[in-house]
């Protein structure tokens, strides 16, 4: 049974860093697209970083160079770092395992109502950055 737990949010200062931890199971990164969503209030579901198996990042403009994504193969958990953290990254933030070949999920829900059948989601875990 796929399930990922989100962990690591909480309230910090502008510049501030959070590393936000996906601990996962039933499966291994060998094969899923990794990703982070996120959807601040009044805004769009928002993809902001791609992992596929090990190498192959993909990070939105507006966080390029001030997050990281990662994984721990040993330990099945997916990390994205957040450095230089600005009031505009004020989200909840989702894991998502897709083992589908379709393109990124683009819509205005995290999660969609109706999910894929080989997307998975996270519960979510709230960032609050505050200026």
């Known amino acids: 049974q796929v399930q990922l737990v989100e962990s690591g949010g909480g309230s910090v200062q502008a510049g501030g860093s959070l590393r936000l931890s996906c601990a996962v199971s039933g499966f291994t990164f060998d094969e899923p697209k990794m990703a982070w969503y996120r959807q601040a209030p009044g805004n769009e579901c928002e993809l902001v970083s791609t992992?596929?198996?090990?190498?192959?990042?993909w990070y939105t403009s507006s966080v390029k160079d001030r997050f990281t994504i990662s994984q721990d193969n040993a330990k099945n958990i997916l990390y994205l770092q957040m450095n230089a953290l600005k009031p505009e990254d004020t989200a909840v933030y989702y894991c998502?395992?897709?083992?589908?070949?379709?393109?990124?999920?683009?819509?205005?829900?995290?999660?969609?109502?109706?999910?894929?059948?080989?997307?998975?989601w996270g519960q979510g875990t709230q960032v609050t950055v505050s200026s």
């Open positions: 998502v395992a897709d083992f589908s070949h379709s393109p990124p999920y683009v819509g205005p829900r995290c999660p969609p109502l109706h999910r894929h059948s080989e997307r998975y």
């Open positions: 992992i596929i198996r090990h190498h192959s990042r």
